[in-house]
């Protein structure tokens, strides 16, 4: 293992500017650019608010926020878990000439997704203090600690489907399907009070996207500190998905090259 990470850290200076590359891409020829990352989730909020506030009886100014972080976070996992099935095949021509460990190339997808993740939580903090700007407090800053969790959760997880997309094709398509099923399972739009007065509790407290949004609205929605229990479970899931990507790792990733 520690060849292998050595490996990676060698090559830092590649991953980089493979996942800056990404983000430059990603706005190309935009008139408006990085102002995107900004607008298009201030905008979907703006909407899915209105819409929502009046279908639940619920106060726009309480709901808007509530809505906007889980989107952010959402949006983040999906964009990652989808990419990341055709990691190792859009490298293929970077794989094929050079001998970089696998794991950089969903490296890269992760650190281009969280790059657009800051930029677009400036759209939460500015909702936030233009609407209730007496809502600052000391617990915010516990809502950074979002950032490397995401990356301990989500690196792995990408490699493990990375490698089974080189294989499989079709897991691009049978994610979408999948994450689809999960955002309705999942308090990212809708109020948790909807599931535990339903008695779903346990798609509430056994689901690591409920903790991971805790992690980022307790601070900034109620100025409260997470609950160590959010933490423990985002470790946890994030210890158990490296097992799996680990193990998976060591079997495929010699097989990679064939599939390619």
């Known amino acids: ?60 100014h309480v709901l808007a926020p509530y809505i906007l972080s889980g989107m952010l976070v959402w949006e983040f996992v999906t964009s990652v878990c989808i990419g990341s099935t055709l990691a190792f095949v859009q490298a293929d021509a970077y794989i094929k000439q050079c001998r970089h460990p696998l794991a950089i190339y969903t490296l890269r997808s992760v650190l281009a997704n969280l790059i657009v993740l800051a930029l677009a939580s400036i759209s939460l903090l500015s909702w936030i203090l233009l609407t209730e700007p007496g809502r600052v407090s000391w617990p915010w800053l516990a809502a950074t600690s979002v950032f490397p969790i995401l990356v301990l959760i989500t690196w792995p997880l990408a490699t493990i489907l990375a490698y089974f997309g080189a294989r ?67 470790l946890t899931v994030s210890a158990l998905l490296f097992a799996v990507a680990w193990a998976v790792g060591n079997r495929a990733e010699p097989k990679v090259i064939f599939y390619l």
């Open 168 to 234: 499989f094709r079709d897991l691009q398509h049978a994610m979408g399907l999948l994450l689809q099923a999960m955002w309705f399972v999942s308090p990212i739009y809708f109020d948790v009070k909807l599931f535990r007065d339903s008695n779903l509790n346990a798609l509430v407290d056994y689901n690591p996207i409920y903790h991971l949004l805790e992690i980022v609205r307790a601070p900034l929605l109620r100025g409260e500190w997470p609950e160590p229990e959010n933490y423990f479970f985002c």
């Open 1 to 60: 293992m520690i060849p292998y990470v050595s490996g990676i850290w060698a090559s830092r200076y590649f991953w980089i500017h493979l996942a800056l590359s990404d983000v430059r891409a990603k706005w190309r020829r935009s008139f408006l650019g990085v102002l995107w990352s900004i607008l298009q989730p201030l905008g979907m909020t703006a909407l899915l608010s209105v819409v929502f506030s009046r279908l639940f009886k619920q106060d726009f």
